[in-house]
Every structure is written in C-alpha cells, then in structure tokens.
C-alpha cells in the first residue's frame, strides 16, 4: 500500500504523515529531508548548483538514505552519516527549494524514492508523491492551509527548536518558497487531480490524522 501526503511548507505534512505511517504499519518516507540532505552537501562543498557538470558530479558520490531508530524515528543519512540535525535551518530550506528545481537531483532522489516504494508498505511525504513520483499510488492527500497559519505554524516551530525567527521573513520566506515549488519545470507542486484535499486551517492535527485514516481505513 501506497499512501501520499503533499502540500506546501507548514501544512503539517510531517507530523501527520508520520502518525498516519504509526497508525497504519507503513513506513514513513520524508522525502524533504532529502532534497534538505543533497542541499546540505552543495553548501558544505560549496557546489555551484547552476553549474550542471560540477552539480552532477558531486551527486555520483552521493548516497542519501534512511535508518530506523529503536524509537521508531528516522535518521538522515546522508553518505553514511546522521545529519537530521542539521537540516531544519531556514537557511537550508531555501537551498533546498533551489536544488529540487535541478533535473539531475530530481531524477536521482525519485530513484531512491521509488526503490523505497517497491520495498513495503509506504507514507510518502513531500510535494510532488502524488502527481509524478508515485502516480499509481492506493490513496493520496494534499494538505493546505492559509498563508498566514503556515508562517505562523514554521515561525512557532522555529521558536520551539531554539532558533530564532522573525514571523513576517517567515512568512516571506513561506510566498518565495510557495512560487518556486509551484512554477518550477521539474514536477510542480499542485494536488493531484484524484488527490483528497484537507484544508488544515481550522484543523487540530489530530483532526487531519482523522480524516486521513478514515479514508484510508474505508
């Protein structure tokens, strides 16, 4: 079984999508935190993302995966190491959003992504499972929210994690991301069109889980 959950940044996509994979024994698959990982390693190299050459040659040596703690979380790894905690700044967010409009980055995560498919049971979050990774998948989502509550919901974050943040670059920041994701050429960010949409605005979490697990549940 196939599930996909997408929708832009601070839609709550990850929280829900990882208790939807609890509740359904499936295995949850952040594909965010992957294009946050190949942008993580662009920084730290200092690779020209515009460069296509140099762009591919970092990504044959390059591996991006998964590893399941005993707590049941996951952790990044990217070549081999941890770096979940190192991922979640503003700052790689928005070279991540630059690095998933690159054809060659695109076309080696969804590799990954797919081979993660084939392996069981999955919750696939991020932005385009629906539509182009996974477009024969068994039910799909696509979460939204208002503009001001997902700035709100990421500048909360960011304040909780012991990062600072003003909440109208959040907010910016949110617009600039949103229209990125939306117009660039590798796989947009839209619903899918057999996609069930969930406005999250007005929702508690729980709510959205709710409604997830009694369409998947029947």
Known sequence: MIITIDGPSGVGKSTVSKAVAEKTGCIYLDTGAMYRAIALKTAIMGVDIQNGAELLRML???SVG?????DGSLSVLLDGED???RIRTPAISRLSSDVAT????REKLVSIQREAGRMGS???EGRDMGTFVFPDADFKFYLTATTEERARRRWAQLRESGKEADLPEV?????RRDRQDSERAESPLHPSPN???IDTTNLLTDEVISKIISAVQG
């Open 66 to 70: 998964f590893r399941k703690n005993p």
């Open 195 to 197: 996609a069930v949409i």
């Open 83 to 85: 770096v979940a905690g």
């Open 60 to 62: 044959e040596g390059t």
């Open 122 to 124: 999955i919750v696939a």
């Open 102 to 105: 690159k054809k060659p980055v």
């Open 171 to 175: 907010e910016k920041e949110l617009v």
